[in-house]
């Protein structure tokens, strides 16, 4: 079945530091979405990517999806304390009837 | 506030007990789904109802059962219960059938099984 890759599994950073994490698909995507958890928290849908080779920014957010549509990247520009959390990739197949597979997220921890 | 609402917030039960969660869709959401989250790990993806009926299963348990309601809510039903069991759920709803619309989850039901 469909398997959605997401490295590092963890990352601890320097407040003001970037960070990037990646998101890789074992097959073709027919969209990738990325949800940010909060330590304690529910996922929070941030942003759809739906075409090939998609770039979105979200103020200090910037979201890649791959021109093959199986991988995608978030980075995050001079992180802060508030950027603490889990951030998943989730993505469906494109064939018909798939589901939406997470990966299994990258923990982001913002030293102040 | 993403509009899903789950209740109990807490539950703590001994194996071998029964127990029913349940969610509220966002108002308009004909989708609901049930996660389940273990410590420090992804979601894991139990099964999927769809206005009434059952769209998508994961690898959801014969233990467990859900079904959805005709005002829309869910239950996501856990009998048997086992230590492994012990877990967040979360309940998340969209508006379509498919996976092109985002999902908005609930804040979880933190199930404990002694």
């Known amino acids: 079945g469909q398997q959605v890759m997401q490295i590092p599994q963890y990352q601890h950073v320097q407040e003001g530091e970037d960070f990037t994490t990646y998101c890789n698909s074992s097959?073709?995507?027919?969209?990738i979405q990325w949800y940010k958890q909060r330590p304690g928290g529910h996922p929070v849908f941030l942003i759809q990517l739906v075409k090939s080779g998609e770039v979105k920014k979200q103020k200090r957010l910037t979201f890649q999806f791959g021109e093959a549509k199986k991988n995608s990247s978030l980075h995050i520009t001079a992180t802060q304390t508030t950027d603490v959390g889990t951030y998943f990739c989730a993505g469906p197949g494109e064939t018909s009837g798939s589901r939406l597979t997470f990966g299994e997220g990258t923990q982001l921890t913002v030293n102040p | 506030d993403s509009g899903v609402t789950q209740t109990p917030k807490h539950l703590i039960t001994a194996t071998g007990q029964r127990v029913t969660l349940r969610c509220s869709p966002r108002s308009g959401d004909l989708s609901v789904y049930w996660y389940q989250q273990s410590l420090d790990q992804g979601l894991q993806f139990l099964i999927q109802y769809y206005n009434g009926e059952e769209r998508a299963k994961g690898n959801i348990l014969e233990r467990f059962s859900a079904q959805q309601f005709p005002d829309l809510h869910s239950e996501l039903n856990l009998s048997s219960l086992e230590l492994g069991d012990s877990a967040l759920y979360f309940c998340?709803?969209?508006?379509?059938?498919?996976?092109?619309?985002?999902?908005?989850f609930g804040n979880g039901t933190r199930l404990t099984v002694t």
């Open positions: 998340a709803s969209s508006v379509a059938s498919g996976y092109n619309s985002p999902l908005h």
């Open positions: 097959t073709t995507l027919s969209n």
